[in-house]
Protein backbone atom coordinates (compact mmCIF):
# COMPACT_ATOMS: atom_id res chain seq x y z
CA UNK A 1 0.00 0.00 0.00
CA UNK A 2 1.55 3.23 -1.19
CA UNK A 3 -0.90 5.79 0.19
CA UNK A 4 -1.75 6.93 3.98
CA UNK A 5 -5.34 5.19 3.92
CA UNK A 6 -6.48 2.13 4.78
CA UNK A 7 -7.35 -0.35 1.55
CA UNK A 8 -8.53 -3.87 0.75
CA UNK A 9 -8.70 -5.51 -2.57
CA UNK A 10 -9.59 -8.64 -3.79
CA UNK A 11 -6.37 -10.08 -5.22
CA UNK A 12 -5.35 -13.03 -7.62
CA UNK A 13 -2.99 -14.99 -7.65
CA UNK A 14 -1.31 -17.84 -10.32
CA UNK A 15 -1.34 -20.31 -7.83
CA UNK A 16 -3.17 -24.00 -8.22
CA UNK A 17 -4.03 -26.40 -5.08
CA UNK A 18 -1.89 -24.68 -2.45
CA UNK A 19 -2.88 -23.58 0.73
CA UNK A 20 -2.12 -19.62 1.30
CA UNK A 21 -1.14 -17.92 4.22
CA UNK A 22 -0.74 -14.30 5.53
CA UNK A 23 3.04 -13.07 6.87
CA UNK A 24 3.06 -10.16 8.48
CA UNK A 25 6.61 -8.73 8.43
CA UNK A 26 5.81 -6.51 11.45
CA UNK A 27 5.43 -8.89 13.69
CA UNK A 28 6.59 -12.36 12.28
CA UNK A 29 3.54 -13.61 12.76
CA UNK A 30 1.83 -16.44 10.03
CA UNK A 31 -1.80 -16.22 10.13
CA UNK A 32 -4.27 -18.76 8.02
CA UNK A 33 -6.25 -17.27 5.02
CA UNK A 34 -9.69 -17.77 6.36
CA UNK A 35 -11.16 -16.23 2.85
CA UNK A 36 -10.12 -17.22 -0.45
CA UNK A 37 -11.73 -18.89 -3.42
CA UNK A 38 -9.70 -20.81 -6.21
CA UNK A 39 -10.84 -20.82 -9.79
CA UNK A 40 -9.34 -22.67 -13.22
CA UNK A 41 -6.40 -20.33 -13.34
CA UNK A 42 -5.80 -18.18 -9.92
CA UNK A 43 -6.58 -17.96 -5.48
CA UNK A 44 -8.48 -14.77 -5.40
CA UNK A 45 -7.94 -13.29 -1.78
CA UNK A 46 -9.43 -10.08 0.34
CA UNK A 47 -6.68 -8.27 1.36
CA UNK A 48 -6.40 -5.10 3.82
CA UNK A 49 -3.46 -3.16 3.86
CA UNK A 50 -2.92 -0.31 6.48
CA UNK A 51 -1.36 2.45 5.40
CA UNK A 52 1.95 2.18 3.78
CA UNK A 53 1.81 -1.60 4.70
CA UNK A 54 2.57 -4.70 3.12
CA UNK A 55 2.11 -8.49 4.01
CA UNK A 56 3.97 -11.91 2.31
CA UNK A 57 1.35 -13.90 0.65
CA UNK A 58 2.75 -17.79 1.23
CA UNK A 59 1.43 -20.41 -0.63
CA UNK A 60 2.08 -23.94 1.06
CA UNK A 61 1.50 -27.75 -0.52
CA UNK A 62 -0.82 -29.55 1.93
CA UNK A 63 -4.84 -30.05 2.56
CA UNK A 64 -6.78 -26.56 2.82
CA UNK A 65 -8.87 -26.08 6.16
CA UNK A 66 -12.36 -25.04 6.20
CA UNK A 67 -12.76 -21.76 5.11
CA UNK A 68 -15.34 -19.23 3.45
CA UNK A 69 -14.90 -18.53 -0.55
CA UNK A 70 -16.25 -15.28 -0.33
CA UNK A 71 -17.20 -12.20 2.14
CA UNK A 72 -19.41 -9.20 1.22
CA UNK A 73 -20.58 -6.07 2.89
CA UNK A 74 -23.14 -3.19 1.78
CA UNK A 75 -20.80 -0.43 0.11
CA UNK A 76 -17.75 -1.94 0.15
CA UNK A 77 -16.40 -5.02 -1.67
CA UNK A 78 -13.97 -6.61 -0.44
CA UNK A 79 -14.64 -4.84 3.49
CA UNK A 80 -11.51 -4.05 5.78
CA UNK A 81 -10.97 -6.67 7.90
CA UNK A 82 -7.83 -9.04 8.83
CA UNK A 83 -7.13 -12.50 9.45
CA UNK A 84 -6.03 -13.33 12.34
CA UNK A 85 -5.35 -16.58 14.96
CA UNK A 86 -8.59 -16.28 16.74
CA UNK A 87 -10.34 -16.05 12.99
CA UNK A 88 -11.71 -13.10 10.97
CA UNK A 89 -11.37 -9.29 12.50
CA UNK A 90 -13.58 -7.14 10.83
CA UNK A 91 -12.53 -3.53 10.98
CA UNK A 92 -16.04 -1.55 10.24
CA UNK A 93 -19.23 -2.04 12.14
CA UNK A 94 -21.73 -3.27 9.61
CA UNK A 95 -23.44 -6.34 8.97
CA UNK A 96 -20.84 -8.63 6.69
CA UNK A 97 -22.07 -12.15 4.79
CA UNK A 98 -19.26 -14.77 4.58
CA UNK A 99 -19.52 -17.79 2.17
CA UNK A 100 -18.33 -21.13 0.84
CA UNK A 101 -20.30 -24.09 -0.67
CA UNK A 102 -22.55 -25.27 2.00
CA UNK A 103 -23.33 -22.54 3.85
CA UNK A 104 -23.88 -19.27 4.09
CA UNK A 105 -23.19 -16.58 7.84
CA UNK A 106 -24.15 -13.46 8.35
CA UNK A 107 -21.92 -11.70 11.08
CA UNK A 108 -23.07 -8.40 12.91
CA UNK A 109 -20.22 -6.56 14.31
CA UNK A 110 -20.36 -3.46 16.51
CA UNK A 111 -18.10 -1.14 18.13
CA UNK A 112 -18.25 0.20 21.56
CA UNK A 113 -15.59 3.32 22.40
CA UNK A 114 -13.81 4.23 25.95
CA UNK A 115 -11.98 7.11 25.03
CA UNK A 116 -8.38 7.53 27.99
CA UNK A 117 -8.58 11.35 28.25
CA UNK A 118 -7.71 13.76 30.68
CA UNK A 119 -4.28 14.26 32.45
CA UNK A 120 -1.15 11.87 31.43
CA UNK A 121 2.12 12.04 34.13
CA UNK A 122 5.27 11.99 31.42
CA UNK A 123 9.03 10.94 32.46
CA UNK A 124 12.06 11.99 30.62
CA UNK A 125 15.87 9.69 30.54
CA UNK A 126 18.00 12.21 33.27
CA UNK A 127 20.82 14.31 31.86
CA UNK A 128 18.94 14.64 28.55
CA UNK A 129 17.85 18.06 29.13
CA UNK A 130 14.55 17.34 29.66
CA UNK A 131 12.85 17.40 33.35
CA UNK A 132 12.58 14.46 35.33
CA UNK A 133 9.23 14.52 34.92
CA UNK A 134 6.03 16.74 33.72
CA UNK A 135 2.13 16.29 33.61
CA UNK A 136 0.42 16.96 30.27
CA UNK A 137 -3.36 17.92 30.72
CA UNK A 138 -3.94 16.18 27.27
CA UNK A 139 -1.87 13.86 24.45
CA UNK A 140 0.45 16.60 22.55
CA UNK A 141 3.49 17.03 20.85
CA UNK A 142 6.54 17.56 22.93
CA UNK A 143 7.61 20.13 19.83
CA UNK A 144 4.85 22.49 20.51
CA UNK A 145 6.04 22.51 24.52
CA UNK A 146 6.99 25.87 26.08
CA UNK A 147 9.70 24.48 27.63
CA UNK A 148 12.92 24.03 25.51
CA UNK A 149 14.52 21.08 27.24
CA UNK A 150 10.88 19.15 26.00
CA UNK A 151 10.39 20.89 22.76
CA UNK A 152 13.94 19.86 21.77
CA UNK A 153 14.20 16.35 23.70
CA UNK A 154 15.02 13.58 21.94
CA UNK A 155 14.94 10.17 23.44
CA UNK A 156 12.28 8.01 25.39
CA UNK A 157 9.81 9.43 27.07
CA UNK A 158 7.61 7.40 29.43
CA UNK A 159 3.73 8.15 29.79
CA UNK A 160 1.98 6.97 32.83
CA UNK A 161 -2.05 6.50 32.86
CA UNK A 162 -4.45 4.94 35.06
CA UNK A 163 -8.19 4.11 33.85
CA UNK A 164 -10.86 2.43 34.86
CA UNK A 165 -13.08 -0.42 33.01
CA UNK A 166 -16.26 -1.94 33.67
CA UNK A 167 -18.15 -4.72 32.10
CA UNK A 168 -20.83 -6.12 33.56
CA UNK A 169 -20.65 -9.41 31.60
CA UNK A 170 -18.00 -11.59 30.26
CA UNK A 171 -16.55 -11.33 26.81
CA UNK A 172 -17.44 -14.46 24.09
CA UNK A 173 -14.85 -16.03 22.32
CA UNK A 174 -15.28 -13.64 19.08
CA UNK A 175 -15.36 -10.46 21.19
CA UNK A 176 -12.04 -8.52 21.71
CA UNK A 177 -10.85 -5.44 23.46
CA UNK A 178 -8.38 -2.93 21.56
CA UNK A 179 -6.06 -0.11 22.55
CA UNK A 180 -6.03 2.07 19.64
CA UNK A 181 -2.82 4.78 20.36
CA UNK A 182 -4.20 6.88 17.44
CA UNK A 183 -0.76 9.15 15.62
CA UNK A 184 2.51 9.13 17.32
CA UNK A 185 6.28 9.23 16.97
CA UNK A 186 8.40 7.32 16.09
CA UNK A 187 8.29 3.99 18.25
CA UNK A 188 6.62 3.07 21.10
CA UNK A 189 6.16 -0.09 23.45
CA UNK A 190 2.93 -0.77 25.57
CA UNK A 191 2.25 -2.19 29.00
CA UNK A 192 -0.90 -2.38 30.62
CA UNK A 193 -1.11 -4.03 34.35
CA UNK A 194 2.51 -4.81 34.10
CA UNK A 195 2.32 -6.88 30.91
CA UNK A 196 3.99 -6.43 27.48
CA UNK A 197 1.96 -5.71 24.67
CA UNK A 198 4.80 -5.37 22.10
CA UNK A 199 6.65 -3.08 20.14
CA UNK A 200 5.16 -0.70 17.40
CA UNK A 201 6.69 1.35 14.70
CA UNK A 202 4.28 2.04 12.23
CA UNK A 203 0.49 1.87 11.54
CA UNK A 204 -1.90 1.08 12.81
CA UNK A 205 -0.24 1.51 16.22
CA UNK A 206 -3.49 -0.74 17.70
CA UNK A 207 -3.03 -3.55 20.01
CA UNK A 208 -5.06 -6.62 21.22
CA UNK A 209 -5.75 -6.23 24.98
CA UNK A 210 -8.54 -8.54 25.71
CA UNK A 211 -6.19 -11.07 27.73
CA UNK A 212 -4.64 -8.21 29.94
CA UNK A 213 -7.68 -5.53 30.74
CA UNK A 214 -9.79 -6.27 33.73
CA UNK A 215 -12.68 -5.05 35.75
CA UNK A 216 -11.81 -1.69 37.32
CA UNK A 217 -8.76 0.26 37.49
CA UNK A 218 -5.96 -0.51 34.85
CA UNK A 219 -2.26 0.87 34.54
CA UNK A 220 -0.98 1.96 31.30
CA UNK A 221 2.34 2.31 30.89
CA UNK A 222 3.47 3.56 27.00
CA UNK A 223 7.63 4.11 26.08
CA UNK A 224 7.81 6.93 22.94
CA UNK A 225 11.35 6.82 21.08
CA UNK A 226 11.28 9.86 18.67
Same mark, same amino acid.
Given at each position: &? ?34 ? %?????? +? ?32 ? %? ?30 ? &? ?15 ? /? ?58 ? /? ?5 ? %?????? +? ?27
Amino acid at each position: &NTTDKWISRECGFRQQSKVPEIWNPMTGEVVPVLVY %NQDDKS +IKIPITLAPFGSYFVVFRKGVSYAHYTNVSVSGQ %NPPLMEFTQDGILFLNEGIFELKNNSESKLVE &NMHKVQVIDGAWKVSFS /KGWGAPDSVVFSGLVSWTNDKNAGIKYYSGIGTYHKSFNYENNSALSKDQRIFIDLGNLS /KVAELWL %NGGSLG +IAWAKPFKYDITKFIKNGENILTIEVAN
